[in-house]
């Protein structure tokens, strides 16, 4: 059992997330390391996928390397995460056995169930995909004679849900995009032939997320897209005054540890975690952009500052015609001189990283997630 500080299990965090110093230099080996890059379609700054890209490599990750990457297949688009393409044989296993035990949670259990009810539009799909190749979802009709039911934004859209339990079954995948819109192909021409058996596939993926995490917890609440926790990975550690047992990737004790400043995405892995984020890091953040603007404390979409293994405030910015605007800097404790000048470099190169990024995309439209 490691008996850990609070400061020392953020640092484990913070090297695992790969925003200590130095910077890493290469895309590929950072979405290796992270396992996983969200895709949102809020950009009140930048593509939160590039915004994570940006905080580890800096002005010189350019988002054209992200979709060059994605179109060679290096990097595979799955629920609406970037992944290694190799990683993909780590759910081939639990595609083909969907929905999943026996007796599956509701939620899943009616999924699988409006799936077979809407057996012949499923099979639609596939031929259609398996004539003309990659497709939007607006290419494909609605033949569906069950309508899904939901008290949300999904009611009624019956291809966009068909596509995505299709996903989980492991039968379409996503092939690139047209603009922000997802194209569909047979899985078989985009994912690796490899499979590796579900149970192993499922303790290696433990491994994998405790490796991008650093410390996380063994059992949390169940998470559709992406667990939180990670089984057995790593090592039992106690955290001080933190309450219960966590796990610990034993690799990233006793490492020295160089901190730096850096401006996150409200997706990124580091505080996608709330209440990890509270028990760690103790910082007092929600994303803000379902909020009247009356209500809201830091702003539409606050970036949290990292500064060393502490999370020390919030910058409010958006970004217009390529031009960063700052509206404000939110200081939880009044910043050092030290502390406000790493912080303004940050957001210097930030500036002009969206400013060349905008230059790029006019000269070269390719997407925007």
């Not at 910077?23 to 009140?44: E, M």
């Not at 593509?47 to 350019?62: E, K, N």
């Not at 988002?63 to 993909?88: G, H, K």
């Not at 401006?263 to 028990?279: A, C, M, Q, Y």
């Amino acid at each position: 059992m490691h008996e850990l500080s609070r400061g020392e299990a953020r640092k484990l965090a913070v090297q695992a997330q790969l925003l200590d110093a130095p910077r890493p230099t290469n895309l590929l080996d950072v979405v290796r390391q992270l396992t996983l890059v969200q895709i949102d379609p809020t950009a009140a700054i930048a593509p939160s996928a590039d915004l994570v890209l940006w905080s580890r490599l800096g002005s010189t990750y350019s988002p054209s390397a992200l979709t060059s990457a994605l179109e060679s297949r290096t990097l595979i688009e799955l629920r609406a995460m970037i992944r290694p393409r190799e990683d993909l044989a780590l759910y081939r296993a639990e595609m083909a056995a969907w929905p999943g035990p026996e007796d599956p949670p509701t939620w899943r259990h009616n999924q699988a169930t409006w799936l077979r009810s809407n057996d012949a539009c499923r099979r639609d799909i596939l031929k259609r995909l398996e004539a003309s190749g990659p497709l939007t979802s607006r290419d494909l009709p609605d033949t569906c004679a069950v309508p899904w039911k939901s008290s949300g934004w999904t009611n009624n859209r019956n291809i966009t849900q068909m596509l995505e339990f299709m996903t989980l079954s492991g039968e379409v995948a996503v092939a690139g995009r047209q603009g922000r819109e997802r194209l569909w192909d047979l899985s078989t021409r985009i994912y690796p032939a490899a499979t590796i058996p579900l149970a192993e596939a499922q303790s290696l993926r433990d491994s994998r997320r405790l490796h991008a995490l650093g410390i996380a917890r063994a059992r949390g609440p169940e998470c559709p897209v992406e667990p939180l926790d990670v089984g057995e990975a790593g090592d039992p550690a106690k955290i001080e005054g933190v309450r219960g047992t966590w796990r610990v990737d034993p690799t990233y004790l006793n490492r020295p540890f160089t901190g730096r400043a850096a401006l996150l995405s409200p997706f990124d892995r580091l505080i996608h975690d709330r209440k990890r984020l509270t028990e760690l890091f103790e910082f007092d953040y929600q994303l803000e952009i379902y909020k009247p603007a009356a209500k809201r404390r830091w702003g539409y979409f606050a970036l949290p500052i990292l500064y060393g293994d502490r999370l020390i405030g919030k910058l409010d910015a958006t970004t217009e015609d390529g031009t960063l605007r700052i509206h404000r800097i939110h200081e939880d404790t009044p910043f050092t001189p030290t502390i406000r000048s790493a912080v303004q470099a940050e957001i210097d190169d930030l500036s002009r990283w969206i400013s060349d990024a905008a230059t790029t995309d006019a000269a070269h439209p390719r997407r925007r997630w």
